[in-house]
């Protein structure tokens, strides 16, 4: 099992689910987060007063997903997510150890 | 039915109390009026002059005694409105401006100042304004509001009930030292704000109020013909706006930066919040402006109409002058806009007619903008919510605009006192006034902020202020999801 991660454009997000439920997925943890990469901060204005905005908002997405579906995921969100343009986001694999849902004491991939 | 009953009923009781209590007053019982003087009183009322009852020498009473409906109506709203604009229009245009760790900072001094400012104006305040007593300040025959009933002061009004003109011009005290906030917002603890607020309110409100409008005060151009100064403030530039907007550019120059500022990012913490005070404010400033008439009459018409436009072309032409040079018209920009085009318009309001009121308008966006934008940084002081660049300025030009453009036109009582300067050297007069409440308000703030410095101190701790003045002084989160 995987977990993917992807930090994405906050008015992405909507693309991104529907891709995501369309491949059969059944459930994602969706974070409001703020950071900064290649695209650097943005300036803001305030009568007169400037100010360097160095986190901008974005979404992190979170989700376990069976090893053989990795590919497919990370390539939808890709996708849905792309516009082009800098700071478009990232997407981190790790590798899960267990799962167990709470409910029914499943654990593995049936968990997921 | 019953409706009708009831109204007949309270009709009555209208007619009947004022009267009453005006027939026991005068001691001596007063002759029957005539049909004539009954129609004269009524014309009185309908044209918001004295009645024949009204005169010290008369000799015969009015049945259409005590205060008038539609003009005590009318303060009584406009009293309401004011207040309004500090709670919590002012609070929530300020509030929205700071960083969420002192939002609640904020808020609280508000509220502080509504509170001990209206003890104060129940104390003394009142009375050192508006009763008679010299030049400067009046004496202390309505301490403690005594004698400030239902009944007209005929100083002022003959229409409006002497508690509701009471309390209609407390609004204003409230709202002046509210706005010196704005400067030291996100530093200066709490407890050195109401100290410095009470010793100023004596310095320099009460006595400022009343050389403008007190009836024996000595800049009182437009109602004492004995004045030194022949000044005209229709709604507040130089009482309010000047002598906040100077005093909190001296205060925050004695009180000293924010920790960060320059450096760290102070922007906004809330847009929203800022703009919905802004609404409050311009709505409020219809009690302020056109309530100043002290009637419900043609020259409170105009001051309506003036006050809108001056406002509406100020908002609009900032962020014009936004968008021509940075291509972002900006929320804060229409806010701005249309506080500086109000407090420009406040002193000349009731005098002026619709075009001169557009010029002041445009005058407000351009002078203001540049200050907000240029001056500030120049100079280098941290007024945080830019009390100077809006109040100051918007007063001091508008009491200058003000006597160049006042006609009789908008205002026949210019004709009363001011007929040999108005149009003519009426700005003279008003330079001098500002002139002499510049100089006023900027030694006595210096004075006061020296004082309250060296006794309790002017600045929250150094960890306080890091930290947000919100939990340390007030225990309190102001946002807690």
């Not at chain 2, 001596?28 to 009026?33: G, I």
């Not at chain 2, 024949?52 to 309401?80: I, L």
Request: with cysteine.
């Amino acid at each position: 099992m995987k977990k993917v991660e992807a930090i994405i454009k906050p008015f992405k997000l909507d693309e991104v689910k529907e891709s995501l439920t369309g491949l059969g997925l059944k459930g994602m943890t969706v974070t409001e987060v703020k950071g900064f990469g290649r695209q650097k901060g943005h300036t803001e204005l305030y009568r007169g007063a400037e100010y360097v905005v160095d986190f901008l908002p974005k979404i992190k997405l979170e989700l376990i997903v069976k090893d053989d579906e990795v590919k497919k995921v990370i390539e939808t969100i890709q996708k849905a997510a792309h516009t082009g343009s800098i700071g478009d986001g990232k997407i981190f694999v790790t590798q899960v150890e267990a799962v167990l849902r709470i409910r029914t004491g499943e654990t593995g991939e049936s968990a997921i | 039915m019953m409706i009708r009953r009831f109204s007949c009923f309270l009709l009555f009781l209208c007619l009947s109390f004022p009267v009453a209590g005006r027939a026991q007053e005068g001691g001596v019982a007063n002759a029957e009026p005539s049909m004539e003087q009954r129609v004269s009183d009524l014309e009185a009322y309908i044209n918001n002059v004295g009645r024949g009852s009204d005169s010290a020498d008369s000799t015969v009473k009015s049945n259409v005694g005590g205060s008038g409906p539609g003009h005590n109506a009318w303060m009584m709203v406009s009293a309401a409105l004011v207040l309004f604009m500090t709670l919590p229009g002012l609070a929530l245009f300020y509030g929205g401006l700071v960083r969420t760790k002192n939002v609640l900072s904020v808020l609280a001094q508000c509220l502080g100042i509504a509170g001990l400012v209206t003890i104060l104006w129940w104390a003394v305040g009142y009375s050192l304004v508006f009763s008679r007593g010299g030049p400067v300040f009046g004496d202390l025959s309505f301490a403690f509001l005594k004698g400030v009933g239902s009944n007209p002061n005929t100083d002022y009004s003959y229409w409006v009930s002497h508690n509701v003109f009471s309390m209609y011009q407390m609004m204003f005290a409230i709202i002046t030292p509210a706005l010196i906030i704005g400067a030291i917002a996100e530093r200066m603890k709490f407890t050195a704000v109401i100290a410095f607020v009470t010793l100023w309110m004596f310095a320099v409100y009460f006595p400022v109020a009343h050389m403008i409008w007190g009836i024996d005060g000595i800049m009182n151009g437009m109602w004492n013909a004995a004045s030194r100064v022949k000044a005209i403030d229709f709604a507040g530039g130089i009482v309010v706006h000047m002598t906040s907007g100077w005093s909190a550019l001296i205060l925050c120059l004695i009180l000293g930066k924010r920790i960060g500022f320059g450096k760290e990012l102070m922007a906004p913490h809330n847009m929203v919040l800022c703009m919905v005070g802004t609404g409050m404010l311009w709505v409020g400033w219809y009690g302020f402006n056109a309530g100043s008439a002290l009637a419900s009459d043609g020259v409170a018409a105009n001051a309506f109409t003036t006050t809108t436009l001056a406002a509406a072309v100020a908002s609009f032409t900032w962020a014009v002058m936004e968008y021509a040079l940075k291509r972002k018209p900006s929320i804060l920009g229409f806010c701005s806009g249309a506080i500086a085009g109000l407090a420009m318009v406040t002193p000349a309001c009731g005098f002026i007619d619709t075009s001169s009121a557009v010029i002041v308008g445009l005058v407000a966006a351009i002078v203001s903008f540049f200050a907000c934008f240029k001056l500030k940084a120049w100079l280098g002081y941290d007024d945080a919510l830019d009390t100077f660049g809006v109040h100051a300025v918007g007063g001091t030009l508008g009491a200058f605009l003000a006597g160049i453009m006042a006609t009789p036109g908008a205002n026949a009582g210019l004709l009363a006192n001011l007929k040999d300067v108005v149009g003519k050297t009426l700005w003279l007069e008003q330079l001098k006034a500002i002139g002499l409440i510049m100089t006023l308000s900027i030694v006595a703030t210096a004075v006061i902020a020296c004082l309250v410095k060296f006794t309790i101190g002017l600045r929250a701790e150094t960890g306080v202020e890091r930290e947000g003045l919100d939990l340390p002084e007030h225990g309190e989160a102001g946002y807690t999801f």
